[in-house]
């Protein structure tokens, strides 16, 4: 389940992660979700598994607030979950503590939905705007020890860094990629989702089993 906000929702990173996934052979993969919006402009005429849970404006916070990810994974269960959020949350100016407060209650409603979710979180792309970029840089320097204080076995978290190596020059307008940020995200998104393919994988005991992601 690729989640997030509008960097999940109205962007083409997903279609070039399902092609990725689909030229190293890994066609047993369902990507889920509500929806199956993409960016404004579409993302060529490739063939792939639109589904998502990107909502584009939405924070962590309010997610928590409504109890939406219980909806969501009840309606459309997932073994994995990708997750880019908290850039809604930091230009309306809530706090590092607050946004990771909530990302721990989302890591609680996956794993109510699947002991063994395998969760893949986002260090998140930068903002171009007004101050944003230091809360962004904050919040992604606390990720990888509040990710170690919440990691388990069965369910384990992996930090991927979305941050490092991509610059404001990969942004269509300030907040979402443009078609190089896109390729980095894919890029970035697709070693740690294999990881957990082959982890699900090998849980399973055979490679022709549907995981959905």
Request: proline fraction near 4%.
């Amino acid at each position: 389940m690729p989640f997030g906000d509008s960097i999940t929702e109205i962007v083409c990173w997903r279609s070039l992660l399902w092609q990725k996934l689909q030229t190293a052979g890994y066609k047993n993969v369902s990507f889920v979700g509500s929806m199956t919006t993409q960016a404004p402009a579409g993302c060529g005429s490739v063939n792939y598994d639109r589904h998502h849970e990107g909502h584009s404006g939405y924070l962590a916070i309010d997610i928590v607030s409504k109890s939406q990810l219980v909806g969501w994974l009840k309606n459309n269960p997932a073994d994995m979950i990708t997750m880019h959020l908290g850039t809604n949350d930091i230009v309306q100016g809530h706090s590092t503590n607050d946004i990771l407060a909530a990302f721990s209650t989302l890591v609680q409603q996956m794993r109510a939905s699947n002991p063994n979710m395998k969760i893949i979180v986002a260090q998140i792309i930068p903002i171009s705007f007004g101050s944003s970029n230091t809360a962004v840089t904050a919040l992604n320097q606390a990720i990888p020890a509040w990710a170690a204080s919440k990691n388990s076995t069965a369910s384990p978290i992996w930090v991927v860094d979305q941050n490092t190596g991509f610059s404001t020059s990969d942004l269509r307008d300030g907040v979402h990629p443009n078609d190089s940020g896109d390729a980095k995200m894919a890029a970035k998104w697709y070693p740690a989702v294999v990881n957990a393919i082959e982890i699900l994988q090998k849980g399973a005991g055979k490679r022709e089993v549907e995981f959905t992601a």
